[in-house]
């Protein structure tokens, strides 16, 4: 009888694939074009790989002469493997730390708001960085820190200081990639985190009112413990990330600055910039699927000392 049971609630719990497609089917179709889009360029491409182990012929494609690991020897053998690895994951990683620090704090922020005016001011506001190009970011930085019209150079020099060449001198480029990253995206990042926050069940801050805790103890107690499993899963996803560079970014920002390159010279610039200048398209493969390899490794041991230590905020 036990068994009947069990065997009937198992059966309740099978959901027939095309009858869940059909209750949800405006869904499915507003994820159609992502699904379409991820078909084409992430799977139908997968054959491609290959190129990084040939010596690519144009006439012949994938079947070009096959050498093996030549290409990855001829990458680590260069001055650039170092490099450009270290920079890609030193620029990542700032910008994953404080990155989300700063959404989680404005999130904290913009939740205690309670005018509601003044949040949507607020919100548009900061939003708004996020969709400025990258290029027109680029000509905005260079009103700024041009040597002899940029604004903070004419500052310096009224306080009787030199001026200073920003685009020829390296050391100052992590702090300023920082706060454009910070500028930009920190507002849109925010988001997920304030939807978290605002789906906190009411009538827990109330409890905690009632014992008498204050905002910041409600912040600190209530708030950043429920948020934790989004934060893991976020940051998860980040780290999958860490080893691809923002392209759009550092090639408009830096160009083809040759000063600037020793430090923001990152995996994704170094393969555009091996295919423009060889146009070997092997190398610049062999480098991609490294950086995808590492990826991968590097997000799945993530997952697995998430899993281990904070089952809730794993991602699979």
């Not at 002469?65 to 001829?74: C, I, S």
């Not at 922020?109 to 607020?122: P, W």
């Not at 691809?244 to 090639?251: E, H, K, L, T, V």
């Not at 923001?264 to 555009?272: K, W």
Request: charge should be positive; hydrophobic fraction near 50%.
């Amino acid at each position: 009888m036990q068994n009947d049971i069990l065997l009937k609630a198992r059966k309740k719990e099978r959901v027939n694939p095309l009858r869940e497609i059909w209750s949800k089917k405006f869904l499915y179709l507003l994820a159609l074009p992502a699904m379409i889009y991820t078909f084409i360029y992430g799977y139908m491409t997968l054959p491609y790989i290959v190129i990084a182990f040939e010596k690519f012929h144009y006439k012949t494609g994938i079947r070009s002469p096959f050498v093996g690991f030549d290409n990855f020897t001829a990458f680590f053998r260069s001055s650039w493997a170092w490099a450009v690895t270290r920079n890609t994951l030193v620029i990542n990683f700032l910008f994953l730390l404080f990155g989300t620090v700063f959404a989680i704090l404005i999130a904290l922020l913009l939740n205690e708001i309670k005018a509601k005016k003044f949040l949507k001011v607020t919100q548009s506001t900061m939003l708004f960085p996020f969709f400025i190009s990258w290029v027109i970011v680029s000509y905005m930085l260079q009103g700024i820190l041009g040597t002899e019209s940029g604004m903070l150079n004419r500052f310096i020099q009224s306080m009787g200081g030199e001026r200073i060449n920003f685009y020829a001198k390296p050391g100052y480029w992590y702090p300023i990639l920082l706060i454009l990253n910070l500028w930009k995206n920190a507002g849109y990042n925010s988001i997920i985190y304030l939807a978290a926050i605002t789906g906190i069940d009411e009538d827990i801050y109330e409890a905690a009112s009632i014992d008498g805790a204050t905002r910041f103890k409600r912040i600190i107690y209530v708030t950043l413990p429920l948020l934790a499993p989004t934060i893991c899963i976020m940051t998860l996803m980040s780290i999958g990330r860490i080893f691809y560079g923002d392209f759009g970014m550092m090639y408009a920002i830096v160009r083809d600055n040759s000063s600037l390159m020793p430090i923001a010279e990152v995996i994704d610039t170094y393969v555009f910039r091996v295919f423009k200048n060889t146009g070997n398209p092997s190398l610049s493969m062999a480098v991609g699927l490294y950086q995808s390899v590492i990826g991968f490794i590097l997000v799945f041991t993530s997952n697995r000392l998430v899993k281990h230590y904070y089952p809730e905020g794993a991602l699979f």
